[in-house]
T-cell receptor, first 115, second 111 residues
């Protein structure tokens, strides 16, 4: 079956602009995660959605970052007023039901470059 | 704060060699340990998942072990091939749903 998909694969934007990144999880997976991978920082957790529960936003670096998940499936990560330090690869993952111990499957990522 | 460390940061070996990649963690609370490979410009591919109740998992030439008492996991790659060249990442599940990652080991297998 299809894996996790993300779009766009690459995004170049100017400082101060807003961007939206999209993630489509594996069909039937109720848990969805966003991570960020930047040089020198490794992979960092951003936000987690599980079904209809309130999302875990504990990893979001600032209030410029937000995410939503519509209909329990597709998720959009929005970065407002982008800064150069937001440049990174944004990775989305999904798992069957989000229980601790479930295998996470990752998408190909969106490479964001803020000029 | 949970920390996950991977040593070495980079490793270069000749084809055919057996090798071990290391992952250590400071917080003993662990639900699972997941090993991934990442090719340049790509996402993460899941290789092996070890639950906290398990000691090891095997898939083909790969074997991953988990020692909770010492806070370590190892990924053993047998008879390495040039196609194994990639960055290997370990992610620790510590009870919350997120994974905490090490910074990876970049492996180069020379033909």
């Amino acid at each position: 079956g299809a894996g996790v998909s993300q779009s766009p694969s690459n995004k170049v934007t100017e400082k101060g602009k807003d961007v939206e990144l999209r993630c489509d999880p594996i069909s039937g997976h109720t848990a969805l995660y966003w991570y960020r991978q930047s040089l020198g920082q490794g992979l960092e957790f951003l936000i987690y959605f599980q079904g209809n529960s309130a999302p875990d936003k504990s990893g979001l670096p600032s209030d410029r970052f937000s995410a939503e998940r519509t209909g329990g499936s597709v998720s959009t990560l929005t970065i407002q007023r982008t800064q150069q330090e937001d440049s990174a690869v944004y990775l989305c993952a999904s798992s069957l039901d989000g229980r601790a111990g479930n295998e996470q499957f990752f998408g190909p990522g969106t490479r964001l470059t803020v000029l | 704060k949970q920390e996950v460390t991977q040593i070495p940061a980079a490793l270069s070996v000749p084809e055919g060699e057996n090798l071990v990649l290391n992952c250590s963690f400071t917080d003993s609370a662990i639900y699972n340990l997941q090993w991934f490979r990442q090719d340049p410009g790509k996402g993460l591919t899941s290789l092996l998942l070890i639950q906290s109740s398990q000691r090891e998992q095997t898939s083909g030439r790969l074997n991953a072990s988990l020692d909770k008492s010492s806070g370590r996991s190892t990924l053993y790659i047998a008879a390495s091939q040039p196609g194994d060249s990639a960055t290997y990442l370990c992610g620790k599940g510590g009870g919350s749903e997120k994974l905490v990652f090490g910074k990876g080991t970049k492996l180069t297998v020379n033909p």
